[in-house]
């Protein structure tokens, strides 16, 4: 399966989940030491576009982790780097905190929806599914720039008709796996919503996070979650999406939008390739 690690067993080799981690540092003393890289990586991307679970769950699977476990504890860096996202974001004042009630109810509940499914994972299916939507995705940025790169005064177009199912879906989906969520809540928030995409970069964080913590509880009932492992990653996680905020705030719409493209292009060779990013 496409989270499964080749050669490399996927137990714990007797650690439970939420247990010390030191039956995974033991055996793979190498790749912890490239936690701090990939948890900074995953944080920046993620907080930048989305898709920096594909850096953390190979990982999590190579160190040990079942695939099941790998999801759950990947939960736990998303949701502390999406509290320091969405906290830089509020103190530079670009957050829309009003706008977000009504979208975050609908992805909450989908997130829960989500993660309830996820034990029933199709992963070689799913690879395509979310592959062939980031391209559709591509195809629909180079078609309407515009409106992604609209300017932060103009009014807001909303289509709230829209807004509820899409944003129900999406939370399933985030609650489902994780990967990738960000890029759709960014087109969410943008063709749906009307936000720009410096305002709808931290609405977005608002989002994840909701269903995040929704998804971890989930998560957490089953036993799937690996806490020690967990907090370390979510560590780097947040100093990630600190400066991704930073940049994202300096460098305005067009580099957002061109780090998207630029994510989302390597994020579907990656899932149709099997290629680990």
């Not at 089953?222 to 930073?246: I, P």
Request: aromatic share 8%; proline share 4%; charged share 10%.
């Amino acid at each position: 399966m496409w989270l499964e690690s080749r050669g490399v067993a996927t137990t714990l080799r007797g650690a439970a989940p939420g247990g010390p981690l030191s039956p995974v540092s033991d055996s793979n003393l190498w790749l912890l030491a490239a936690v701090p890289i990939t948890g900074f990586a995953a944080g920046f991307v993620n907080t930048l576009a989305g898709s920096g679970s594909l850096i953390t769950v190979p990982i999590l699977i190579l160190l040990g982790l079942p695939a099941n476990v790998a999801n759950g504890t990947n939960r736990v860096g998303v949701t502390f780097q999406s509290i320091v996202a969405v906290a830089t974001f509020r103190r530079h004042g670009v957050l829309d905190a009003a706008g977000a009630w009504r979208l975050l109810v609908p992805a909450v509940l989908g997130g829960i929806v989500g993660a309830r499914l996820a034990v029933d994972l199709d992963e070689a299916l799913l690879r395509r599914v979310i592959g062939g939507l980031m391209l559709a995705l591509l195809v629909v940025m180079f078609v309407r720039p515009e409106r992604w790169l609209a300017d932060a005064s103009a009014p807001r177009r909303a289509r709230p008709w829209l807004e509820i199912p899409v944003f129900f879906a999406i939370g399933v989906y985030g609650g489902f796996i994780q990967i990738g969520v960000g890029i759709f809540l960014m087109a969410g928030l943008v063709l749906c919503s009307g936000y720009n995409l410096v305002t709808a970069n931290a609405l977005k964080n608002v989002i994840v996070l909701a269903f995040t913590l929704a998804a971890l509880l989930v998560f957490v009932v089953g036993g799937q979650v690996l806490w020690g492992l967990g907090l370390v990653v979510a560590v780097f996680q947040g100093a990630g999406a600190w400066f991704a905020v930073r940049l994202t705030l300096r460098r305005g719409a067009r580099f957002v939008r061109g780090a998207i493209i630029v994510i989302v292009l390597l994020s579907a060779v990656a899932l149709f390739s099997g290629l680990r990013a």
